[in-house]
């Protein structure tokens, strides 16, 4: 069965095994496939990587609550009536 590897490079699970951080440095800043008996298993992503995937989660989220509430009633509110 073909399995889509979204990732332009990929190593074995053994190749993690022998070389951790040399497998990570492989993908020069971006995810590494890491295969199992040639399917993908899981994705290897460095840390600078992950966060600024997960940066970009949480401001979509943020632009999806802001475009729902877009057309909701303004209600001004004095700092002082707090």
């Not at 979204?6 to 699970?13: C, E, F, K």
């Amino acid at each position: 069965m073909p399995n889509a590897v979204l990732a332009r490079v990929a190593a074995s699970v053994t190749e993690l095994k022998r070389d951790p951080m040399g497998t990570v440095a492989a993908g020069e800043g971006a995810a590494v496939a890491i295969l199992n008996r040639n399917a993908p298993a899981f994705y290897c992503v460095p840390a600078e990587a992950y966060e600024a995937m997960i940066e970009r989660l949480e401001d979509a989220e943020l632009n999806a609550i802001a475009e729902a509430r877009k057309g909701e009633a303004v209600i001004k509110v004095s700092l002082d009536d707090l």
